[in-house]
């Protein structure tokens, strides 16, 4: 297998039954991008299902709910901007089974990255294997010069291609992404406008987030991606295009949603199986998948102690709040903005969405009543910011860089603060649980689990979901789902012999 070649994985075992035993019923508590990953996996090998939602719809943190505005309108408003990636693999087909050709996918050609005082970097017309469009990038840049290559610290920028997850972890993990940066030692521009935007696109602020977890993303996204540089969209508001149909599709399969029920406390019954307390009742099955936010995973484990799993409450850290800001407004944007661009060094900014020029419903909505529907994000909040605060900044870094907005006016807005995206603090990688908790009929998805892949945020979920549902179907003999990958380590990593994984 090339090196530069996706990879596909079956964990735990190879071969098995098709299907489990008639009867076998399963608990999926949490119904985001993990849990429906979970659930899909389990009801297609034919165990019955049940799928807790405390939301009144499926999606998670990737899902969206209905916002009236002050002209009468309805629209579908979400917890920000979503990129999927070529790459992948496992969410692109999970999102298969309810449009089978991904029509409501997308290509974006571009996303620029802004900088102070007109700097910009731009992504389009790359190649698309790597090493070369890395290459490409680090010679078109005008923001590293050749003669400042004697000064860039080659063995940590060699660290890059070298991504092994035993040696990285084992290296890295014990340091900040700060520091990593810090040791490249490349100009403030060009790593401001290479690598700040992406550093700061995983919710968890440099000075705390691990070198290690840092250079994985680097391999995931960049140097050990086979798919190129640019992703998808979804032309329509997520709730529409994918958990609408996803909720029909499970619902067609035999799972049975439980939506706007929250689960408040698991017991284990005399034997096998478990009860799950709910809306001053209860439900018995025989395995159970846990796929919850980390705060509301260490809530329910707190109420839970037959489970067993107290000590991973530790790693069950949310990282600093996140804030997305959509606004209507009177007049557009200028008709050469991206539809999405990444921002840095403009205050707390992180990206900007002109969202008529991403989704059908924006469209609509701009050809009806002009003006422009643009949306704001600022990842790794500093702590104590206020609310008008952040809305100052945020405001503030638009007219910056947009300065044709400076005199628009609101015509609406939606402003969402949240704290539910999961730490990948310094030193956490040995803390961190993976899909197994030690019992074969209980499970953990969800995007701070520790897989034996390289990946990260919506592609992890899947992947955790995945494991998941393989890891208790293992106790019946069923056969794994497979799970692709990319390449699992770096072009230049050092030869490993005797290596295993485990999920």
């Known amino acids: 297998m090339s090196r530069l070649s996706p990879e596909t994985r079956i964990w735990p075992a190879r071969g098995g039954k098709p299907l489990a035993p008639a009867g076998v019923r399963a608990a999926v508590i949490g119904g985001g991008i993990a849990g429906v990953a979970a659930a899909t996996t389990l009801v297609e090998h034919g165990v019955r299902v049940t799928l807790f939602e405390r939301e009144p719809a499926l999606g998670g943190r990737a899902g969206g709910f209905a916002k009236t505005l002050a002209t009468g309108e309805t629209i579908e408003m979400e917890r920000g901007f979503h990129a999927f990636f070529r790459q992948y693999y496992n969410l692109r087909a999970l999102l298969q089974r309810v449009d089978p050709t991904l029509s409501v996918l997308a290509p974006l050609t571009d996303y620029p990255i802004l900088g102070p005082e007109g700097m910009v970097q731009g992504f389009k017309d790359l190649p698309t ?17 050749a003669r400042d290559l004697p000064h860039v610290g080659a063995a940590a920028a060699l660290e890059m291609l070298r991504y092994d997850a035993k040696r990285t972890y084992a290296r890295w993990d014990n ?7 810090d040791s490249l030692a490349f100009p403030e521009s060009a790593r401001r406008m290479l690598f700040d935007v992406f550093s700061h696109s995983f919710f968890n602020p440099e000075r705390e987030l691990s070198a290690a977890e840092l250079l994985m993303m680097f391999h995931f996204y960049f140097l050990g991606n086979p798919e190129g540089l640019v992703f998808d969209v979804v032309r329509r508001p997520l709730s529409a295009a994918l958990w609408a149909p996803f909720e029909r599709w499970l619902t067609d399969c035999g799972v049975e949603l439980r939506l706007r029920t929250k689960v408040e406390r698991i017991e284990r019954r005399r034997g ?9 009742t209860s439900t018995e099955t025989d395995l159970v998948v846990l796929a919850l936010d980390v705060g509301s ?27 997305v800001w959509r606004l209507w407004l009177d007049r557009p944007a200028r008709a050469d903005r991206a539809p999405f661009a990444g921002t840095t060094g403009i205050g707390i900014l992180d990206n900007i969405s002109v969202y008529e020029r991403l989704q059908d419903e924006s469209e609509a909505w701009r050809a009806k009543h002009g003006g422009s529907v643009i949306e704001l994000h600022a990842y790794a909040v500093p702590a104590g910011m206020s609310e008008p605060t952040i809305r100052r900044d945020l405001l503030a870094g638009l007219h910056k860089l947009y300065p044709e907005l400076r005199e628009a006016r609101v015509l609406d807005e939606c402003f969402l603060l949240r704290q539910d995206c999961p730490a990948f603090d310094v030193g956490m990688h040995q803390t961190r649980p993976s899909v197994a908790t030690g019992s074969s009929d209980l499970a953990l998805a969800g995007d701070f689990v520790s897989v034996p892949i390289p990946c990260a945020l919506m592609e992890r979920a899947t992947v955790s979901g995945m494991l998941a549902a393989n890891r208790l179907l293992a106790s019946y003999g069923v056969r794994a789902a497979p799970v692709r990958s990319v390449p699992s380590r770096g072009l230049f990593a050092l030869p490993r012999w005797g290596s295993s994984h485990a999920a």
């Open 129 to 145: 294997r790597p090493p070369f469009q890395v290459m490409a990038l680090a010679w078109r840049t005008p923001y590293l010069r």
């Open 175 to 181: 340091q900040s992404a700060a520091d990593y940066l």
């Open 272 to 280: 096998r199986g478990f009860r799950i307390f709910h809306d001053h």
């Open 297 to 323: 995973l260490a809530s329910v484990l707190r109420a839970s102690p037959d489970l067993g799993l107290e000590s991973i409450l530790p790693a069950l850290r949310p990282t600093s709040p996140f804030a």
